[in-house]
């Protein structure tokens, strides 16, 4: 790291008015245990555990997993890490288990595949709670939740696993506490359901990758209309007020780990609506610390009652863009 770089990264997250943003990590690599930066982020956002599944040869049994989350447990420990369960399908496959759909990104994803699977989503859970024996910064977070019945699901999968090795730790003597527990808002559906979903879990994170290609319906892969995947579309920046509104409302925490809150203009305009926990690659928290730390987010907000007011994403962008180059 060059000393310009370490600046950044050691400078409190804060904006120029005082607001403090939680720098949160998007994970998922063995590297991830082997860098500095877990020093100068919060915790972990988003822990995409279907990577290490991706680079192995079969389902990696109960012990490996443990090891694995173990390692990243550790090397947070006592900042909070948010492992999401397992999801594969859409455009990530395990080469052990090929998926063959028309449809991919409306198929078999996610936490569909985990709740048709329980043996698999089981093995991950147990192994999950064991790897958070006497370190106890575990989250449990879902993907792809469409509905009540995936998280009511989910959760009885959850209590049998937790029932489990929590009497094992107990026997032992060793600490566990139960997880949090948390959703993805990615799936639109996800959106005029929130009263529902802030009664069974602790704390929602939005997928604005999904959610944007869900809510406009366009590939977030497909190059041809890559101009339309647009996160900063009007009707994406109403879905992420909503969610927030609600979120203050139902008194459910709310993080946001999709691509937007690593990019200048997203993390911005985030910050303008009251979103003060971001999660993004660590090669972003710098860059992303250097913008929170030059802008205020009162001057923020006046400018978001605007943004409501234009007709594209270009304009949301050209708006926020101008901004920032007035502060340096
Ligand atoms: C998202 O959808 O925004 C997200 C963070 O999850 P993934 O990119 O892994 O689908
Ligand atoms: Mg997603």
Redesign the pocket.
């Known amino acids: 790291l060059d000393s310009i770089m370490l600046d950044c990264l050691e400078a409190p997250a804060v904006t120029r008015d005082g607001i403090k943003i939680e720098m949160l990590l998007n994970a998922g690599l063995s590297a991830d245990t082997e860098i500095a930066i877990n020093e100068f982020a919060d915790g972990v956002g988003?822990y995409?555990t279907e990577v290490p599944f991706m680079l192995t040869e079969s389902f990696p049994t109960e012990q490996e997993q443990t090891e694995r989350y173990r390692g990243i447990l550790q090397t947070y420990a006592a900042k909070p890490v948010t492992m999401r369960t397992l999801?594969v399908g859409g455009d990530k496959q395990l080469p052990y288990f090929p998926i063959i759909e028309e449809n991919p990104f409306l198929g078999w994803r996610g936490i569909r595949l985990t709740l048709d699977h329980p043996e698999i989503f089981l093995v991950q859970i147990k192994a999950m709670l064991r790897a958070s024996i006497g370190l106890n910064n575990l989250q449990i977070m879902l993907p792809m939740i469409s509905g009540v019945t995936e998280v009511d699901d989910s959760i009885r999968l959850i209590n049998q696993a937790w029932n489990e090795i929590s009497e094992q730790a107990a026997a032992q003597g060793e600490n566990l506490r139960k997880p949090k527990l948390g959703v993805m808002l990615?799936v639109p559906s996800a959106l005029y359901i929130l009263p529902q979903l802030a009664k069974r879990v602790d704390f929602w994170s939005v997928?604005?990758?999904?959610?944007t290609q869900y809510l406009l319906a366009v590939d977030r892969n497909n190059p041809r209309v890559a101009d339309i995947f647009d996160s900063f579309h009007p009707a994406v920046l109403q879905a992420l007020q909503h969610i927030i509104a609600q979120a203050k409302q139902h008194k459910v925490s709310v993080s946001l780990?999709?691509e937007l809150a690593g990019d200048p203009l997203g993390a911005v305009i985030l910050m303008a609506m009251g979103y003060t926990k971001l999660s993004m690659n660590t090669y972003n928290i710098a860059r992303i610390k250097f913008v929170i730390r030059h802008v205020s987010v009162k001057e923020l907000q006046a400018l978001l009652g605007q943004a409501y007011e234009l007709d594209s994403g270009k304009a949301v962008r050209a708006l926020f863009a101008q901004y920032l180059e007035a502060q340096g």
């Open positions: 988003l995409r999801d990615e997928g604005s990758n999904d959610l780990c999709g």
